[in-house]
């Protein structure tokens, strides 16, 4: 029989940062609400959560590989809303931000967790923020949960 090793989704004495950008707060406000929804009902404490605000998503993964570097986080969780709309703004913000928050888990070799939408418009957004396609703030908050605890394992 092989060996297999998996994350459990245990939120006790966990550690974490959430960079949340201020552009499109009206739904990235929602995504930190289902992100420190999940964590409390993992049996968090949201004394042990830092929310750091940023003005938008190309100031994500600078600052999460800040935090990462720290040490004093088990991981940072990213959560930002690009929304196309009219302007091909969309396509170097969501590029850099997708490479940027994966290029400060590789440098930290840490969970940084990407929680940002990218959406064509305003009603995919909001579907994704706590209505029909559920919360991606919780679903971020998820694989924090198990990367972290995976990586315990795996030392
Ligand atoms: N930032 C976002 O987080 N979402 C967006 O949809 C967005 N658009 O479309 O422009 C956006 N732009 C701002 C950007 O993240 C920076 O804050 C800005 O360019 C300053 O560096």
Redesign the pocket.
């Known amino acids: 029989m092989y060996t297999e090793i998996t994350g459990n989704l245990n939120a006790k004495d966990k550690r974490f940062a959430i960079v949340v950008?201020r552009?499109?707060d009206f739904i990235t406000s929602r995504l930190l609400d289902g992100a420190l929804d999940c964590f409390t009902r993992h049996g968090g404490d949201v004394k042990s959560i830092t929310v750091i605000r940023v003005?938008?998503?190309?100031?994500i993964p600078l600052t999460a590989a800040r935090l990462a570097k720290t040490g004093g986080y088990d991981a940072v969780i990213c959560l930002?809303?690009?929304?196309r709309?009219a302007?091909p703004?969309?396509d170097y913000?969501a590029a850099e931000a997708a490479k940027g928050v994966a290029q400060a888990g590789l440098a930290s070799g840490l969970p940084v967790i990407f929680g940002i939408l990218t959406t064509e418009n305003i009603e995919q957004a909001v579907e994704r923020a706590g209505t029909k396609a559920g919360n991606k703030g919780w679903d971020a908050m998820l694989s924090a949960l198990e990367m972290t605890d995976l990586f315990k394992k795996i030392g």
Do not use: C, D, K, L
Not at 80 to 83: D, F, K, R, T
């Open positions: 950008s552009f499109n003005p938008g998503s190309f100031e930002g809303a690009i929304i709309g302007t703004h969309f913000v």
